[in-house]
């Protein structure tokens, strides 16, 4: 450590502590306050819980709600794919580096970008369709983003084409760090491929599977937005409506900024509730990369 | 001193700029534009007014879209600044006006219309002169179109407002008055009404009849109009500025234009709708007079006839002399939708919510097969009463604005 | 999710064992290859429609989506480089990227400094408080940050937006940045302390020279962040002019979505210096966003 007089490390700390205060500290006390008035442009009337009864009454809150639950589903899919591909990736078969480049390729492009080329591949007339009717698969050619039962699913088959890569390369990256001596001696005692995975590779990714899953839950609840708004921007009917996407038509479109306000405080507050549970697992992942 | 606005019609911005480049030399005083992005059009000036940022001059849409401004005390009204007979004869229509108060100078003319290819109605054996003016001859007419292998109608429903257009053109039909419409939007007439509920069950019809382009709700509002130029469809909803370029993919004779085909039994039904984009100045400018000024001189002969000239957009301003239009749909369009027995533009009433939640939305789950009319009214109903709890501070306003246009 | 040396770097070595042991299952290797096969299509299939889309005919289009291009076109990049204003976008993503990148290394990197090497009160609840603010969505601050922008006349410029995107990364770059300094060796600072250096000059001249690997991931996971960032950008930015190629290609897309081939072209035009970036420094975003892995 270095010594220094009392004031120095202060100094040092100050302007990353005001620049975290302006786009942080600020707006998050900001929304408490906002979140109890009425605000017509810059403040307005305070009108108490008002704002969070209208929300928790709103159909529409709950259909967001309800949306992004059913994004969860990905994440037991995003983690299994992720897996597979990452133990598949780690013995070393032909050509693995270059699989690795290719998988992991869609989560280094934009989300606007992979949402404008998907919803011209799924649109009714498009090129999936017309792969299945080619094949012989007619009767599953449907309006993948214009109908309002599947809306929601395309979206959720995007989410994952994406973002199954990353998983796949964070436990690429931790089971190299293994020492292979387990898994070997667990071959040389005759366990077949499947009992390898599970019994021996599986628990020892243990600490960076719980964080993968933390860290995936909170994408499918808070970093979901670009994905619907490019895709489908929540419809067709609110088929495909997320929190972020009713926070933002609240703030930027329907002027109550005190509304949007009060989805904040709720979405801050669950973050912050899953933010507990991830700080326990990364210092665990920590401790297991240091033993 | 600063001027606001998008110029979504092509050309606009040249036009703009040769105005302010003449006022400039003429009075010296300089005028700085900004190009505003259309969907921020309405809450960036809000949200500058707010923060005491507001431009001088601002590009305002009709109806609600700035009259929300007017009440939140943003716009400032033009009666004590522009002379009477320009406010009138600028063609802001009956919807900037609260109070007594006129607080836009209509701009460019809107209107509002459907468009039909001449040639395909010929193949069908339909009178290309004489399109459909009731719904039983709209439906036959369909029936034909189809059957000689065309899309009746086309559209793109994916983004929204085309459920907003076709609302437009439909719920005025059972109205008498532009008042009546905002009763709906405030509770005091019942979405829940059959008869108000009757545009979307009539869409409804349509889809099922196999009438509209299977995919109108995976392609958006303006690709599914260039379905229309693309000669794949007979007929599309559509504005004024869009139906030159219609002509000149098509053909200048092959486009036709008429009024939604009427089933209702409102005063309204069956007439044409107009509306302008129109300028306003901010209450909180410290140029007013130059402002307005410009504003006036925007209005000179010579300007407005420019803005034909150079532009092709038809002016609102109703001094304009329209036997300059040579091509006989655009003259039509002048004549009957600009200066006819027209109506305004409904649309431009209702709150942004009910905009995107109700409008949007039920056309849309209409087409996914997720609503009936019915349902559809239901909705609606459900999405005013949501929008009265949020804003009850503007409701008393809308109230107030209804009788007025009732007058 | 510490980010110096990642195992990846130490891949290549130890690769021999495993392959030895496929050959002794040569059905387990078929499998194998069929997944990874499989799953590499499916990751290319949009890149192929996206190529030959661009290159065909609206005509050869809607007769197939599917088939290669014939006949050839590049008309269609000819339309999307007029319906688009790509060189722009590309322009103001830049600029605010390399602007939210420095702007946030340079406040960060002293305070990780002090977080690192110095004793003092609060450092530890400060380093906490940072790790915490990292998984926070931004749309949670997005209506008091647009609110306040509009009051300071911020809204629609340049260092609004960057000083937003700084803020916003800042929490990676000092918790990343911590982590690193702490793992350089005391003895390099004890040497230059000996020899009367003070804090600043052993902040920027031994710390920040021996950090580059640290500095290259964040510029890379920061730098890509801000890039592919779109809510941000839709709501501080509303102006034509400043659009990023985000948003651009958002309304692009959007207006093309039913002429598909300039649609595709514009899309390739977007990516194409992002894929050649990532073929080339392909090895530092997959250590980088590894080692960003909280940021979801």
Known sequence: MLRTSRFVPYLYLTPAALLLAFTFGYPLIAIFDFSVRRIRGASGPFVGLENYRQVLNDSVFHLSVAHNAQLLLAVPILLGIGLLLAILLYERPRFWPLYRTLLFLPYILAVPLIGVVFSNMLQLNGVINEILRAIGLRALALDWLGSAGLALWSVMGVIIWREVGFGMTLFLARLQSLNEEVTEAARIDGANWWQRAIYVTIPQLRGVIEFYIVVSIITMLAWVFSYVYVMTRGGPGNATIVIEMYLYNFAFRNALPGVASAVAVILFLFTLALTIPLFRLRAQALEEDRT | MSWWGEQEAPGLENWLKGSIALFEKETGHKVIPTLQDTTVVVSEFQTAS???????????????????????????????????????????????????????????????????????????????????????????????????????????????????????????????????????????????????????????????????????????????????????????????????????????????????????????????????????????????????????????????????????????????????????????????????????????????????????VNSQKIIAGEYNGEQAGQNAYEVTQKWIAQNPDMVEKYRQWATELKL | MNAAPTPLDSAQPIATSAQKHSRSFPWERIARQAILIAASLLVLLPAYFMMVTALKTPEAYSLSKFSLPNPLTLENFDVAMRGGRFLLWFLNSSILAIGAVALSLTVSAPAAFAIARMQFRGGHSFLALNTALMVLPPVVMLVPLFLFLANVRLISTYPGAALVYAGLVTPFSIYLLTNFFRSIPHELVESALIDGASSLTILLQIMTPLSAPALVTLVIVNGLWVWNDLLIALVLLPRDELRTLMVGITVFGSRYNNDVPVAMAGMLLASVPMLIAYLLGQRYFIRGLVAGAVKG
């Open chain 2, 50 to 360: 707010a923060a005491n940022n507001a431009p001088d001059i601002q590009y305002l849409w009709n109806g609600i879209y700035h009259m929300e401004s007017v009440w939140l005390g943003y716009v400032e009204p033009l009666n004590d600044w522009i002379p009477e007979e320009l406010l009138k004869a600028s063609n802001a229509t009956s919807l900037s006006i609260f109070g007594g108060k006129q607080y836009r100078l209509g701009w460019y003319a809107v209107p509002y219309m459907w468009a039909y290819n001449k040639e395909m109605f010929d193949r069908a054996g339909l009178n290309a002169d004489q399109p459909p003016k009731t719904w039983d001859e709209f439906l036959n007419a369909c029936d034909r179109l189809k059957a000689s292998g065309v899309i009746p109608v086309v559209g793109g429903l994916k983004d929204g407002p085309w459920g907003e257009w076709f609302l437009g053109h439909s719920l005025t039909q059972n109205l008498d008055s532009a008042g009546e419409a905002i009763d709906l939007f405030i509770g005091a007439r019942d979405w829940r009404d059959p008869l108000h509920w009757e545009p979307w069950a009539r869409l409804e019809a349509l889809w099922k009849a196999g009438y509209l382009n299977d995919d109108l709700n995976s392609i958006d509002l303006y690709p599914g109009i260039d379905l229309f130029g693309a000669g794949k469809g007979a007929i599309t909803i559509i504005v004024g500025p869009l139906v030159p370029k219609m002509q000149s993919l098509l053909g200048a004779d092959k486009v036709g234009v008429m009024v939604m085909p009427v089933f209702g039994k409102g005063k309204m039904a069956g007439k044409p709708l107009a509306d302008t984009q129109g300028l306003g100045i901010s209450s909180q400018s410290k140029h007013k007079r130059i402002a307005a000024d410009f504003l006036i001189f925007l209005n000179r002969p010579e300007r407005v006839s420019a803005l034909w000239e150079q532009v092709k957009q038809l002016p609102a301003n109703a001094n304009w002399d329209g036997s300059v239009i040579t091509d006989p749909v655009i003259k039509q369009i002048w004549q009957e939708w600009m200066h006819g027995d027209n109506v305004p533009y409904v649309s431009n009433l209702m709150p942004t919510l009910f905009w995107t939640d109700a409008m949007f």
